[in-house]
């Protein structure tokens, strides 16, 4: 079936630093990605909404300079973490989406752990 | 990062009907969550339903969890044509992996 791997699967990093964090489809072609991040024990809060070749959508409170989200490829996002602080530590997901036959079909990464110290 | 299963795969009801989603899992979890998914959009939290509850009420949502069972289900009374979406249930487990289910596509017909 169809996979997406996202890297790292860990970071740890100081405060001020930016980290960047990959999201690709390896089997298919995603028209759209999307950005999620959960805090320990809470749900998944949607970030942005990323189609290839256009700016991401961001949801209202989520700070479009601090989360950059490119999306060069139809295989590819990334989303970059600007200057990280604490309060950025969280559980990153991206999600991919394909247009097949029977509509659309969404997969999901498997997350990136990120520790701002 | 999906490895919950969840019944059926696909739902058409008509509108004013109750709608029922069941969601299975493999092990020990801190909680449930259940997410919709508009067509060409990303999920949106539902409820949220702890380890240590049985039942959840939002509005016109129902959420049940037996952890004996390892099982979840997701009931919308009264559903409306608004209600068509992907419906996906996700596990907190213990050790910290997070896990989604394959979804269940509801159709409400007018």
């Known amino acids: 079936g169809a996979v997406v791997s996202q890297h790292p699967s860990w970071v740890i990093c100081k405060s001020g630093t930016s980290v960047k964090i990959e999201c690709r489809s390896l089997?298919?072609?995603?028209?759209?990605m999307f950005w999620y991040r959960q805090f320990p024990k809470q749900s998944l809060m949607l970030m942005a909404t990323?189609?290839?070749?256009?700016?991401?959508?961001?949801e209202q409170g989520v700070e479009k300079d601090k989360f950059l989200i490119n999306h060069a490829s139809l295989t590819l996002s990334t989303l970059t973490v600007t200057s990280a602080h604490p309060e950025d530590s969280s559980f990153y997901i991206c999600?991919?989406?394909?247009?097949?036959?029977?509509?659309?079909?969404?997969?999901f990464g498997p997350g990136t752990r990120l520790l701002v110290l | 990062s999906q490895q919950g299963e969840e019944d059926p795969q696909a739902l058409s009801i008509q509108e004013g009907e109750n709608a029922t989603m069941n969601c299975s899992y493999k092990t020990s979890i801190n909680n449930l969550q259940w997410y919709r998914q508009n067509s060409g959009r990303g999920l949106v939290h539902l409820i949220l339903i702890r380890s240590n509850e049985r039942e959840k009420h939002s509005g016109r949502l129902r959420v049940t969890l037996d952890t004996s069972k390892k099982s979840s289900s997701l009931l919308i009374t009264a559903s409306r044509a608004a209600d068509t979406a992907s419906y996906f249930c996700a596990t907190d487990e213990i050790g910290g992996q997070f896990y989604f289910g394959t979804g269940t596509s509801l159709t409400v017909i007018p």
């Open positions: 999600s991919a989406t394909t247009a097949s036959g029977a509509g659309e079909t969404q997969y």
């Open positions: 990323s189609n290839e070749g256009s700016k991401a959508t961001y």
């Open positions: 089997d298919f072609q995603a028209t759209t």
